[in-house]
């Protein structure tokens, strides 16, 4: 376990995020972080064949603080990590807006990129946001994806551990 | 048993609620009985809460199953596989 020199900053907010500012924030007064990834997810102007018009995103409030932080607290005690801003918003979003944001940093690349992708299959599966779509012919709720549930998976068969 | 009830995306719809403060019936001690407790209402709530429907529940804001106990007070929601990120 590492959590006593993890830096977390966990946030749910309508409001936009700029990325620049938040890797930034996790170097500033870091000299030990040689590393920082980060993973923004956008809304898409096309799912499951229709135009997207916008997005709807409800959340638990409350509830999605807690499982993003408890996501965040299991990928540090599986890699060594210096600091990790999760962002998610909600609210209306339209196409090309930004959504979430999941930002790593660590001394070396492997942990920071490793625990990038877990903190993102984990949030997809564990963390109470749903997606509506407004489309042409009016709105529809997003399905969840075998997929996301199997992204998930394989972080416990332990071939995807990096070493060190 | 007092216990306060949350739903969300199309499980509140499907209710037309998104929340509501309950007595259950001594015979409700589980998540899974909370569920079969509102189906018993019949209409939409048999339907929106249907056990052939993969919905997820959370007790206290904790991920659950039916299996979990609940407690004087405690908060249980229903609601669809979550679709963030």
Not at chain 1, 95 to 103: E, F, M, S, Y
Not at chain 1, 117 to 145: C, H, N, Q
Not at chain 2, 37 to 45: A, F, P, S
Request: hydrophobic share 45%; charged share 25%.
């Amino acid at each position: 376990m590492f959590l006593g020199a993890l830096q977390m900053r966990v946030k749910v907010q309508a409001e936009d995020f700029d990325l620049g500012a938040e890797v930034a924030a996790l170097r500033i007064g870091h000299p030990e972080v040689g590393a920082v990834a980060a993973f923004v997810g956008a809304v898409r102007d096309l799912n499951d064949g229709s135009t997207v018009q916008s997005l709807e995103l409800e959340h638990y409030p409350g509830m999605t603080e807690r499982a993003l932080e408890a996501i965040v607290v299991r990928a540090a005690a599986r890699w060594e990590l210096a600091g990790v801003t999760v962002i998610h918003r909600y609210g209306t979003l339209l196409p090309t807006d930004q959504i979430v944001l999941v930002a790593v940093a660590s001394a070396h690349r492997g942990n920071a990129f490793a625990a990038c992708e877990f903190i993102m299959d984990y949030l997809k599966t564990e963390a109470p946001f749903w997606k509506k779509e407004g489309i042409e012919s009016g709105s529809r709720w997003v399905d969840a994806r075998e997929s996301d549930a199997q992204a998930r998976a394989r972080w416990h068969d332990g071939k995807t551990e990096p070493a060190g | 048993m007092n216990i306060e009830l949350r739903f969300f995306a199309s499980v509140r719809e499907a209710l037309g609620m998104s929340m509501e403060s309950a007595s259950v019936p001594d015979w409700v001690v589980t998540l899974g009985d909370v569920r079969a407790w509102l189906c018993q209402r019949g209409g939409i709530w048999a339907d929106a809460l249907a056990e052939t429907r993969p919905l997820r529940m959370a007790c206290d804001q904790e991920m659950s199953d039916a299996a979990t106990r609940i407690t004087p007070g405690c908060e249980v929601a229903f609601f669809p596989p979550v679709t963030g990120g």
